[in-house]
Nanobody, 127 residues
């Protein structure tokens, strides 16, 4: 089992920044690809960003590319999502997720690849 706890959400004006954190406990953190997903009211959950086990590969949804940065610190069992130039359409509950893999460079944008999920943190971007 892996437990994931997100933090760092809140209310921010458009153009502002937030940094989300996701602390993991349980199994060996470095054995998991990590991803961020989000779900806005009335919409399907969507992929935001993913990072490989070592942190050497990252992948972003087109909607956040160039504005968001995913990173991880395996020594601290934590994954981050730095969000800059936020827009109202970024408003959603953000979830981190962990997916086991034996491949150090693997990443995925499919929710089906992720086994463990956090409880989510609300991000609200106002005009």
């Amino acid at each position: 089992q892996v437990q994931l706890v997100e933090s760092g959400g809140g209310l921010v004006q458009a153009g502002g920044s937030l940094r989300l954190s996701c602390a993991a406990s349980g199994r060996t953190f470095s054995n998991y690809i990590m991803g961020w997903f989000r779900q806005a009211p009335g919409k399907e959950r969507e992929f935001v960003a993913a990072i490989s086990r070592s942190g050497g590969r990252t992948y972003y949804a087109d909607s956040v590319k160039g504005r968001f940065t995913i990173s991880r610190d395996n020594a601290k069992n934590t994954v981050y999502l730095q969000m800059n130039t936020l827009k109202p359409e970024d408003t959603a509950v953000y979830y981190c997720a962990a997916g086991p893999t034996t491949y150090s460079s693997r990443i995925s944008d499919s929710a089906r690849e992720y086994v463990y999920w956090g409880q989510g943190t609300q991000v609200t971007v106002s005009l």
